[in-house]
């Protein structure tokens, strides 16, 4: 029997992107997996892992190659994520943060002097990036940023704080938003910044502890006072809340990519067990309440690929995604809850002990119900598009 869905393969891949989801997918099983537990349990950033996959050109994927990066398209970048998260739901947050949040706003509306500054050392994975549009009072409705950018000679001066930045602790590079005009209409109030870690007056108010993604690295960062000079303003000024949406739409598929693997992981290891475990002597995959549960899981993990990698073929064809972003993550991060709640069902105590590794997937699995928007946003943004503003 085959349970690797995807080595069935309907998505006419090219040789590139098989190329890229096999050396993934070998490295994450050999190296990623061993690791995880531990990374968890003990909360630590996956520095090896992330200098593992520079060394690998993964923290550069869908990076031009004129700016240190493989060149590769957002597919590529998908079926990665998925492998990585197969194997660690922390290290693909992490590397997701990294490269659609921490490097493509530079990529995709950076000068050329930015991003030939910046661009490379993010893309070798020798910079790690972060990304802050979330505040104290700002999360989903992140229009209503209060850090303020306020004019200087030579630059300007950034005052306040950003909640819960992916590898803030450990990055070099910051992407963030602040208002520029307090005055101007809501979405025009807020512009972008690329700030260097060196830059005084940036400081980690704290790390935060959670329930999933525990090696994943989760901070308030503070900026007080802090002088960035005129050429680290991102694009236009007025235009970062746009740029910010815009990363997040893309950003989205990335988180969707993460949730299926998750889902991924828990449905391989569940299937195997179901074929091992007996009970009332015969397989529990032979009684037919587990092996429905199996089918239920397949269809849904399937079902969840043909969304995200449709959605991500729209963006390398450089058609309209938004909506299509926003239905992939929607539905690949709630499907991963469901599959992977069903998963420690099948394995019974088994799967509610951290050895088997699914709780640790189905604890993973719940950020993806919420970072880059939550259910309810993405929601919000398919109704939208289907029924206009009403
Ligand atoms: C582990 C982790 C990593 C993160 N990393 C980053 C990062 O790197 N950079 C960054 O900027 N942010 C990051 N975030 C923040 C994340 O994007 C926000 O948490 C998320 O957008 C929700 O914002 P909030 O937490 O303020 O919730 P709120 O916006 O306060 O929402 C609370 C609840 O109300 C619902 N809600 C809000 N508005 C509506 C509405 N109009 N209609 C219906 N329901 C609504 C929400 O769906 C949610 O259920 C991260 C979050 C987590 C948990």
């Given at each position: 029997m085959n349970t690797e869905l995807q080595a069935v393969d309907p998505f006419e891949l090219t040789e590139t992107q098989k190329m890229i989801r096999d050396t993934v997918r070998d490295f994450a099983r050999e190296t990623l997996a061993p690791r995880a537990q531990e990374l968890d349990r003990k909360g630590d950033f996956p520095m090896q892992n992330f200098r593992d996959m520079a060394a690998m050109g993964l923290?550069?994927?869908?990076?031009p190659e004129a700016y240190g990066g493989a060149g590769a398209d957002t597919l590529s970048f998908i079926l990665a994520m998925e492998e990585i998260a197969k194997a660690c739901g922390s290290t693909a947050l992490t590397l997701a943060a990294h490269t659609s949040l921490g490097t493509m706003p530079i990529v995709q509306f950076g000068s050329e002097e930015q991003k030939r500054k910046y661009v490379p050392p993010n893309a070798s994975g020798e910079v790690i990036g972060s990304y802050g549009l979330t505040e104290p009072q700002a999360g989903s409705d992140s229009g209503a940023t209060r850090t303020a950018a306020t004019r200087v000679s030579g630059g300007w001066r950034v005052q306040g704080t950003k909640m819960f930045m992916t590898n803030a602790s450990v990055a070099g590079l910051f992407v963030i938003t602040a208002v520029t005009n307090k005055d101007a209409p809501k979405h025009e109030r807020i512009s972008a910044f690329i700030l260097e870690r060196s830059f005084p007056g940036i400081s980690i108010a704290k790390k935060e502890d959670k329930l999933g993604c525990r090696a994943s690295d989760t901070c308030i960062v503070n900026f007080d006072d802090v002088f960035v000079p005129e050429s680290n303003l991102l694009g236009q000024e007025g235009h970062g809340f746009s740029y910010f949406m815009q990363i997040l739409d893309g950003g989205r598929i990335g988180i969707g990519a993460m949730a299926l693997g998750l889902a991924e992981g828990g449905f391989e290891r569940c299937v195997e067990y179901s074929k091992t475990r007996s009970a009332f002597g015969r397989p529990i995959g032979a009684h037919q309440a587990i092996a429905f549960k199996i089918a239920d899981m397949a269809v849904q993990i399937q079902a969840a690929r043909h969304l995200l990698y449709h959605a991500a073929r729209l963006k390398d064809a450089g058609r309209p995604y938004k909506r299509e972003a926003s239905m992939a993550k929607l539905y690949a991060s709630e499907m991963a809850m469901r599959v992977l709640r069903e998963a420690i069902q099948v394995l019974g105590g088994y799967g509610y002990m951290t050895e088997y590794h699914i709780e640790r997937m189905y604890r993973d699995a719940k950020l993806c119900e919420i970072g880059e928007g939550t259910s309810e946003i993405q929601r919000i943004v398919i109704s939208r598009d289907l029924l206009g503003k009403l």
């Amino acid at each position: 029997m085959n349970t690797e869905l995807q080595a069935v393969d309907p998505f006419e891949l090219t040789e590139t992107q098989k190329m890229i989801r096999d050396t993934v997918r070998d490295f994450a099983r050999e190296t990623l997996a061993p690791r995880a537990q531990e990374l968890d349990r003990k909360g630590d950033f996956p520095m090896q892992n992330f200098r593992d996959m520079a060394a690998m050109g993964l923290t550069g994927i869908p990076v031009p190659e004129a700016y240190g990066g493989a060149g590769a398209d957002t597919l590529s970048f998908i079926l990665a994520m998925e492998e990585i998260a197969k194997a660690c739901g922390s290290t693909a947050l992490t590397l997701a943060a990294h490269t659609s949040l921490g490097t493509m706003p530079i990529v995709q509306f950076g000068s050329e002097e930015q991003k030939r500054k910046y661009v490379p050392p993010n893309a070798s994975g020798e910079v790690i990036g972060s990304y802050g549009l979330t505040e104290p009072q700002a999360g989903s409705d992140s229009g209503a940023t209060r850090t303020a950018a306020t004019r200087v000679s030579g630059g300007w001066r950034v005052q306040g704080t950003k909640m819960f930045m992916t590898n803030a602790s450990v990055a070099g590079l910051f992407v963030i938003t602040a208002v520029t005009n307090k005055d101007a209409p809501k979405h025009e109030r807020i512009s972008a910044f690329i700030l260097e870690r060196s830059f005084p007056g940036i400081s980690i108010a704290k790390k935060e502890d959670k329930l999933g993604c525990r090696a994943s690295d989760t901070c308030i960062v503070n900026f007080d006072d802090v002088f960035v000079p005129e050429s680290n303003l991102l694009g236009q000024e007025g235009h970062g809340f746009s740029y910010f949406m815009q990363i997040l739409d893309g950003g989205r598929i990335g988180i969707g990519a993460m949730a299926l693997g998750l889902a991924e992981g828990g449905f391989e290891r569940c299937v195997e067990y179901s074929k091992t475990r007996s009970a009332f002597g015969r397989p529990i995959g032979a009684h037919q309440a587990i092996a429905f549960k199996i089918a239920d899981m397949a269809v849904q993990i399937q079902a969840a690929r043909h969304l995200l990698y449709h959605a991500a073929r729209l963006k390398d064809a450089g058609r309209p995604y938004k909506r299509e972003a926003s239905m992939a993550k929607l539905y690949a991060s709630e499907m991963a809850m469901r599959v992977l709640r069903e998963a420690i069902q099948v394995l019974g105590g088994y799967g509610y002990m951290t050895e088997y590794h699914i709780e640790r997937m189905y604890r993973d699995a719940k950020l993806c119900e919420i970072g880059e928007g939550t259910s309810e946003i993405q929601r919000i943004v398919i109704s939208r598009d289907l029924l206009g503003k009403l």
